[in-house]
C-alpha cells in the first residue's frame, strides 16, 4: 500500500511540477519584421539565426515561459547593400551589439480559444525595454518523420525603433518608428 500511494504522489508531484522544453525547429520558424518606406510601401525581413525555446507545464501553454536570442548579423531584406547598412552604427551596430533577446514575464490568455497575451523584455541594441505582444497557439501534433511532438506558435507585436536607439537619423517619414515583429514557429520536444 505504501509504495502504490507513493507511486500515485510521484506521478502527481512530476505531472504538475515540471515544465517541458519545447525548442525552435529552425527550418521551420522565422523570426520577421516590417517598418513602412517613404511611407509608401512595406519593407520587409528577418533574423536567419535564432533559437527560441518555450517551457510549459500546461498543456495549452497557458503558462509558458519565452525566451529568445537572435545574431543582428543574420538580418536579411533581400538586399545585401541594405543588409550591410542595417549591420552599421547607422542602425543595430552589429559589432557594438551582436545579439538581441526577449525573456518573457508573463503570458494571459484572451477570451476562448488559444489566444494569448505575452510580456517580457526585449533588449535590442543595448537597451532593455518592456514589450507586449499577442500570441497564437496553433496546436501540437506529431511530426511523421522524427515521431516528436511539434507545436505552433504564432508571435505579431509592434515596437518603436526609437524606443531603442535605432537608426536615429533617418526621421518616420523616410523609415516609420513603427516596426512590425511577425514571429511564426514550429517547437520540438528535444
Same mark, same amino acid.
Given at each position: 500500500?505504501?509504495?502504490?500511494?507513493?507511486?500515485?504522489?510521484?506521478?502527481?508531484?512530476v505531472?504538475?511540477?515540471?515544465?517541458?522544453?519545447?525548442?525552435?525547429?529552425?527550418?521551420?520558424?522565422?523570426?520577421?519584421?516590417?517598418?513602412?518606406?517613404?511611407?509608401?510601401?512595406?519593407?520587409?525581413?528577418?533574423?536567419?539565426?535564432?533559437?527560441?525555446?518555450?517551457?510549459?507545464?500546461?498543456?495549452?501553454?497557458?503558462d509558458?515561459?519565452?525566451?529568445?536570442?537572435?545574431?543582428?548579423?543574420s538580418?536579411?531584406?533581400g %538586399?545585401? /547593400?541594405r543588409?550591410?547598412?542595417?549591420? $552599421?552604427?547607422?542602425?543595430?551596430?552589429?559589432e *557594438?551589439?551582436? !545579439?538581441?533577446?526577449?525573456?518573457?514575464?508573463?503570458?494571459?490568455?484572451?477570451?476562448?480559444?488559444?489566444?494569448?497575451?505575452?510580456?517580457?523584455?526585449?533588449?535590442?541594441?543595448?537597451?532593455e525595454?518592456? %514589450?507586449? /505582444?499577442?500570441?497564437t497557439?496553433?496546436? $501540437?501534433t506529431t511530426?511523421?518523420?522524427?515521431? *516528436?511532438?511539434? !507545436?505552433?506558435?504564432?508571435?505579431?507585436?509592434?515596437?518603436?525603433?526609437?524606443?531603442?536607439?535605432?537608426?536615429?537619423?533617418?526621421?518616420?517619414?523616410?523609415?516609420?518608428?513603427?516596426?512590425?515583429?511577425?514571429?511564426?514557429?514550429?517547437?520540438?520536444?528535444p
Amino acid at each position: 500500500m505504501k509504495k502504490h500511494m507513493l507511486s500515485i504522489l510521484l506521478t502527481l508531484f512530476v505531472s504538475a511540477g515540471f515544465a517541458q522544453s519545447w525548442k525552435s525547429d529552425a527550418a521551420h520558424s522565422r523570426l520577421g519584421f516590417s517598418v513602412v518606406h517613404m511611407s509608401i510601401s512595406d519593407i520587409t525581413g528577418s533574423f536567419n539565426k535564432f533559437d527560441a525555446t518555450i517551457d510549459a507545464t500546461k498543456p495549452d501553454f497557458s503558462d509558458a515561459k519565452v525566451e529568445l536570442t537572435a545574431e543582428i548579423g543574420s538580418i536579411n531584406t533581400g %538586399v545585401e /547593400m541594405r543588409d550591410n547598412h542595417l549591420k $552599421t552604427a547607422d542602425f543595430f551596430d552589429a559589432e *557594438k551589439y551582436p !545579439a538581441m533577446s526577449f525573456k518573457s514575464t508573463g503570458i494571459t490568455k484572451i477570451g476562448k480559444g488559444n489566444r494569448y497575451r505575452l510580456t517580457g523584455y526585449l533588449t535590442l541594441h543595448g537597451v532593455e525595454k518592456p %514589450v507586449t /505582444m499577442a500570441m497564437t497557439y496553433r496546436g $501540437t501534433t506529431t511530426n511523421p518523420q522524427s515521431k *516528436k511532438k511539434v !507545436a505552433g506558435f504564432q508571435v505579431v507585436g509592434v515596437i518603436r525603433r526609437s524606443d531603442f536607439g535605432i537608426g536615429n537619423k533617418f526621421p518616420s517619414v523616410m523609415i516609420s518608428d513603427n516596426v512590425t515583429i511577425k514571429a511564426d514557429g514550429e517547437f520540438m520536444q528535444p
